[in-house]
């Protein structure tokens, strides 16, 4: 998570408090891991997973954000849009 990003900064999420580093691009596996424990506390996850949907590729792809790693981001992207997709066509 990118604690500058002006996007997504709820009043009751619970990284506000935590370490950033945590949350960083630059974390490492234990940190990247101690992030997600604090995101699965967090009241806001939901809203936080929503944002990550939303958000432009340039705004945030880095670090930890709604209880997921950068790479289960762009899985966790992938996903929704494919299914977005499917949905058009059937419409
Ligand atoms: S889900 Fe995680 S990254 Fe998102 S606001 Fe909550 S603590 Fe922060």
Redesign the pocket.
């Known amino acids: 998570?990118n604690l500058n990003d002006p996007g997504?900064k709820?009043p009751k999420?619970?990284?506000?408090n935590?370490t950033p580093v945590y949350?960083s691009e630059r974390g490492d596996a234990t940190w990247v891991k101690r992030?997600k424990k604090?995101?699965q506390t967090?009241p806001?996850?939901e809203e936080?997973?929503q944002y990550v949907l939303r958000a432009s590729r340039d705004t945030m792809v880095y670090g930890?954000?709604?209880?997921m790693s950068s790479s289960q981001i762009k899985a966790y992207r992938k996903k929704h849009n494919a299914e977005k997709w499917a949905m058009a066509e059937v419409a």
């Open positions: 998570m997504f709820h999420a619970a990284c506000l935590a949350f992030a604090i995101c967090c806001v996850l936080c997973k930890v954000w709604g209880g």
